[in-house]
């Protein structure tokens, strides 16, 4: 299994521009979440998802959208970037009666 | 969501037993306590959940009073390659099996040889 993977690693955005961060698990989990990581904040919940066709928010939504078509994939997108959504950014699996996270190995996004 | 409080960072030696303390004031019945374990540029790593009481695995205990509103890592015998940031992780059960995850600001922990 390759577990839970990210692409890209690494992302260089001007302000105003659009993208997808892509998250894939192929462990057949139903929760998948993203997370993103500042200097000092910990990480914080931006949108999660308990299954194909479910998302919700988390504790930092503003600026991101996040659809679940299928089991594998939750991908991530900002549709306008700005300065403050510089980061570090990681996805996370688990199975629904487990409490274990897998996570990716992140996407360092900057914006300039 | 819950608050978690946990200490900046700790210091120890080689072979000697840390605890790190996070304290989760609203804590509901429901919720439950996990544990993770970061290194520099990786994704946090799963090192032990707990309900109530003590759980012991291979790697760490987790001990959590009756009240529930703390919980205590305890590593014992720490090594340099344990030198991370570690976080307390409080699941909120918000219905129908959906829980929200808060992860608090981790505590650095520096293990000096």
């Not at chain 1, 500042?38 to 308990?50: A, E, F, T």
């Not at chain 1, 970037?81 to 360092?108: I, K, L, M, N, W």
């Not at chain 2, 840390?18 to 989760?24: A, K, Q, Y």
């Not at chain 2, 090594?79 to 918000?94: I, K, M, N, P």
Request: net charge neutral; with cysteine.
């Amino acid at each position: 299994n390759a577990g839970v993977t990210q692409t890209p690693k690494f992302q260089v955005l001007k302000t105003g521009q659009s993208m997808t961060l892509q998250c894939a698990q192929d462990m057949n989990h139903e929760y998948m979440s993203w997370y993103r990581q500042d200097p000092g904040m910990g990480l914080r919940l931006i949108h999660y998802s308990v299954g194909a066709g479910i998302t919700d928010q988390g504790e930092v939504p503003n600026g991101y959208n996040v659809s679940r078509s299928t089991t594998e994939d939750f991908p991530l997108r900002l549709l306008s970037a700005a300065p403050s959504q510089t980061s570090v950014y990681f996805c996370a699996s688990r199975p629904r009666d487990h409490y274990e996270q897998y996570f990716g190995p992140g996407t360092r996004l900057t914006v300039t | 969501l819950a608050k978690t409080t946990q200490p900046i960072s700790m210091d120890s030696y080689e072979g000697q037993e840390v605890n790190i303390t996070c304290s989760h004031n609203n804590i509901a019945t429901n919720d439950y306590i996990t544990w993770y374990q970061q290194f520099p540029s990786q994704g946090p790593r799963f090192i032990i959940q707990g309900y109530k009481t003590k759980v012991t695995n291979e790697v760490a205990s987790l001990f959590i009073p009756a009240d529930r509103k703390s919980s205590t890592l305890s590593l014992p015998r720490v090594s340099l390659s344990d030198t991370a940031v570690y976080y307390c992780l409080v699941g909120l059960y918000s219905g129908a099996g959906s829980y929200q995850l808060t992860f608090g600001k981790g505590t650095k922990l520096s293990v000096i040889p």
